[in-house]
């Protein structure tokens, strides 16, 4: 009697059913991983540009406000999934810079939501597990 070689349908559905559990545990891991990393990019924007708005400040006596801040702003890289905005009072002597997540990002619906900085170096939302 000759044997055959090769897979019976019953190994292959089998093997299939594995792939597709690994996959199943695997693939939440990897988009946290991806969310944590963007959160971590977008965290590293707002502090640069507030160490920006404070050397402003330095130079011309006051935070820069309106164009100015925008134009800031503008000229940073923004981190993928999110967007950066600035509200300003040169009077008050206040800055608060947030990023807010794209909607349909992978950021989108992220346990931090929006993440910001002021003049203070206070950051929010103020969990340790948002700002390492």
């Known amino acids: 009697m000759k044997k055959k070689k090769g897979f019976t349908f019953i190994e292959l559905l089998i093997v299939i059913a594995i792939i597709g559990m690994l996959t199943a545990i695997a693939f939440p891991s990897y988009q946290e991983h991806i969310r944590t990393a963007n959160r971590t990019v977008a965290q590293l924007t707002l502090t640069k540009l507030a160490q920006q708005f404070e050397r402003t400040s330095a130079r011309q006596g006051k935070y820069p406000e309106g164009d100015d801040a925008d134009e800031i702003i503008d000229a940073t890289d923004p981190p993928d999934s999110y967007t950066l905005s600035v509200v300003s009072d040169a009077d008050a002597g206040t800055f608060t810079i947030t990023a807010t997540p794209i909607a349909g990002s992978v950021n989108d619906g992220d346990k931090c ?20």
């Open 113 to 132: 939501g929006d993440l910001s900085i002021n003049q203070a170096q206070q950051t929010t939302p103020a969990s340790s597990d948002c700002w390492n």
